[in-house]
Nanobody, 123 residues
C-alpha cells in the first residue's frame, strides 16, 4: 500500500521559508492525485494545495502566492515550498495521496496519509 512520509518541518521566524517533502514508502503510482493538508490545534484539517499527474495545481486562498506544490515522479517525491511564512501557518502538515488518477482530488478523495510534520512560525 501507499505509505507517505513527510519531512522538512521545523521552526522558522515570520517571513522565512521551509520546503516540505513527501516520499512514498509503498506502491506509489504517479497518476495518483496528491496534496498537502494542515491542522492547527483547535482547528479542522485544511486542504492547502493539490496537484495531479499533469502538474495542474490548486491552492487554498490563504496560501496563494506564497506556497508552491510540485512533484518529481522519478524520485517519487512531493514538495511544498513555503515562502513568506506567517505565524498563522503554524500547524502539523500532512502529505496525502488518493487512488483517483489523472485529475486533482477533492478534500474527501484522499486515501493515504502521512503521520505529519510540524511547522512552527514565530513572530
Amino acid at each position: 500500500q501507499v505509505q507517505p512520509v513527510e519531512s522538512g518541518g521545523g521552526s522558522v521566524q515570520a517571513g522565512g521559508s521551509l520546503r516540505l517533502s513527501c516520499t512514498d514508502r509503498g506502491s506509489f503510482d504517479s497518476t495518483y492525485c496528491m496534496g498537502w493538508f494542515r491542522q492547527a490545534p483547535g482547528k479542522e484539517r485544511e486542504g492547502v494545495a493539490h496537484i495531479n499527474y499533469f502538474d495542474a495545481s490548486t491552492y487554498a486562498d490563504s496560501v496563494k502566492g506564497r506556497f508552491t506544490i510540485s512533484k518529481d515522479n522519478a524520485r517519487r517525491t512531493l514538495y511544498l515550498q513555503m515562502n513568506s511564512l506567517e505565524p498563522e501557518d503554524s500547524a502539523t502538515y500532512y502529505c496525502a495521496m488518493g487512488r483517483t488518477r489523472w485529475r486533482i482530488c477533492k478534500d474527501d478523495e484522499y486515501d493515504y496519509w502521512g503521520k505529519g510534520t510540524q511547522v512552527t512560525v514565530s513572530s
